[in-house]
């Protein structure tokens, strides 16, 4: 018989080098996984999808420390705020179904609940804008957890609250939104929402491993929760599955929430009418468009468009990302309010798409007169003022702003350079008149053009001794899913929010802190004894009481 040789050489070449490249690329992957966790400290799951189908599973971490368990992939968890994409698709079945409309004002399901004179809609409860006061704002929430509500109980805990602001009028993320949405649900089904959940969802889609939360049953595989102090790692306050409800209360694994999120490309629960309502961001009343649209937010990644939600409550963080055009899905579930789970997905996505972050081992060497090509100031298209500059050898980025923080950047070649493992670029050029232009790259792209100005100063830090810094050491609560842990360690200071990197904070004076890796501003405030009772974070605008809880 014979054979053509340079055909099954020509097929066997190919083989061999789509094996390699599926070998590096599963390195890529494991190596940012690696930057992350640890084997023997509390873990993660995480798994990446491309055209509906696995190309890389990991199980990093311990599922229990106590009893030295390893993380396997099968393991589950608490989705926490991920739990909105599922209670905002219910919603739309019934949409679909025709037994309500997103415009209906939700005195028509729950009559007795009060509006002041508002009109509140289905709408507004989904996309975060109806002004009612988010019930994790409301008292010490560590201690309200710990205690068993029906779901009157829970909305009677939060309904006679004052708005925040009218309906329509603002983006302010709710998690008693979701809870009356849960309501809904229960109303038109005449059930649970824990009921409907399971029959509607998770038995026809076949996510055999995912719940209701319930700390009571056991749950094969379940991990156990894990938050971080300045002492180590412990467990995680308890919190009754009764609260977070529709706004956080299922629990999944990585494998059954690929078999969610197939549901939603393929249309198998909705329309993609109805999928476009929840993925392409919504309006305010003045007609401003803003990212989040129902239990899920738009998101671009190195250029592509997708959505994503996040999550976060005591002991777990979790992230999901959906790019569109590619077709990729990356799921990342965590036993830990710790380390940055968000990082991991969003890398794992890039490198997916062949477009990966830079990292430090990517970064070389170059000559003071390379760098010294790029000094200046430059203006960016959305107002931005960010000063170049050489110092000890190395080059620097300023942005102008309340804070003036000061990065070392790195160079990544002759005029393309890095902040430290944030996923942020420059890449730096000279225009036909010699002028200076840089592209600010993140997941968009903002172009600079050179402009005479001076630098202003940089903002000065103090050193405060451990004795006066420890008293700010503790947990500090934002709400259901955010928590700030302060530790300190000799003569420094530092902030992590659950499921994110832990960053130092500097002294301005004995209360007032700031940070360099974003522009921010701390002040610790004390009660008429003296002792730090919450701290009031100033950022974007914005100004957020944070109560000390631990």
């Not at 053509?4 to 094996?19: D, E, G, M, W, Y």
């Not at 004995?510 to 921010?520: M, S």
Request: proline share 3%; charged share 25%.
């Amino acid at each position: 018989m014979k054979t053509n040789q340079p055909i099954t050489l020509l097929l066997l070449s190919f083989v061999f080098s789509i094996t390699i490249s599926a070998q590096n690329q599963t390195q890529q992957f494991d190596d940012i996984v690696s930057q992350y966790y640890n084997p023997d400290e509390p873990g993660a799951t995480v798994l990446v999808a491309k055209n509906g189908k696995t190309i890389y599973k990991k199980a990093i971490g311990k599922s229990n420390l106590e009893l030295d368990t390893d993380m396997v992939p099968e393991n589950v968890f608490m989705l926490a705020s991920i739990t909105k994409q599922f209670t905002a698709v219910a919603i739309l079945m019934l949409e679909e179904q025709g037994k309500l409309s997103l415009d209906d004002p939700i005195t028509k399901y729950i009559p007795d609940y009060p509006t002041n004179g508002k009109t509140i809609t289905v709408h507004h409860l989904l996309n975060h804008t109806s002004g009612i006061k988010s019930y994790t704002g409301i008292g010490n929430l560590v201690e309200v957890a710990r205690n068993d509500m029906t779901l009157d109980e829970l909305i009677d805990y939060f309904k006679n609250e004052p708005m925040d602001f009218d309906p329509g009028e603002e983006f302010r993320y709710n998690n008693s939104g979701y809870i009356l949405l849960g309501k809904i649900i229960e109303v038109l089904s005449d059930d649970t929402y824990e009921n409907f959940i399971e029959k509607n969802i998770f038995k026809r889609l076949g996510m055999k491993s995912s719940s209701y939360g319930n700390n009571r049953e056991l749950v094969k595989n379940r991990v156990n929760p894990y938050e971080q102090n300045e002492n180590g790692y412990v467990n995680a306050n308890y919190i009754s599955m009764t609260l977070p409800h529709a706004a956080g209360s299922l629990t999944s694994t990585i494998d059954d929430m690929l078999k969610w999120q197939k549901a939603l490309t393929n249309n198998t629960l909705i329309k993609a009418a109805s999928l476009d309502k929840a993925i392409n961001g919504s309006e305010l009343n003045n007609g401003e468009h803003i990212t989040y649209g129902y239990g899920l937010g738009e998101m671009t990644l190195k250029g592509s468009k997708g959505y994503a939600h996040s999550g976060g409550i005591f002991g777990t963080s979790t992230n999901g990302i959906y790019l569109i055009e590619e077709d990729v899905y990356v799921i990342g579930l965590s036993n830990c309010s710790c380390n940055d789970i968000g990082a991991v997905t969003r890398n794992l996505a890039a490198a997916a798409i062949g477009k990966p972050y830079p990292t430090m081992k990517d970064v070389i060497k170059l000559s003071e007169d390379n760098l010294k090509q790029w000094v200046g100031a430059y203006e960016f298209e959305d107002g931005a003022i960010r000063h170049i500059f050489l110092k000890d050898g190395k080059l620097n980025s300023m942005r102008e702003s309340e804070t003036n923080t000061i990065f070392e950047i790195f160079p990544l070649s002759e005029n393309r350079f890095m902040f430290e493992e944030s996923g942020i670029e420059y890449e730096f050029s000279k225009s036909a008149d010699g002028k200076r232009q840089v592209i600010f790259i993140t997941d968009t792209e903002n172009t600079g053009k050179e402009v005479d100005k001076a630098m202003p100063e940089a903002r000065k830090e103090i050193t405060l001794s451990n004795d006066i810094l420890s008293q700010y050491a503790g947990k500090y609560e934002l709400g259901l899913n955010f928590h700030v842990e302060v530790t300190v360690e000799g003569n420094q200071i530092f902030g992590q929010a659950n499921g994110q990197g832990k960053f130092e904070i500097f002294a301005e004076d004995e209360t007032t802190f700031f940070a360099k890796v974003t522009p921010l501003k701390v002040i610790f405030n004390k009660n008429t004894s003296g002792k730090v009772e919450s701290f009031t974070l100033y950022q974007g605008g914005q100004e957020t009481v944070a109560k000390k809880i631990e």
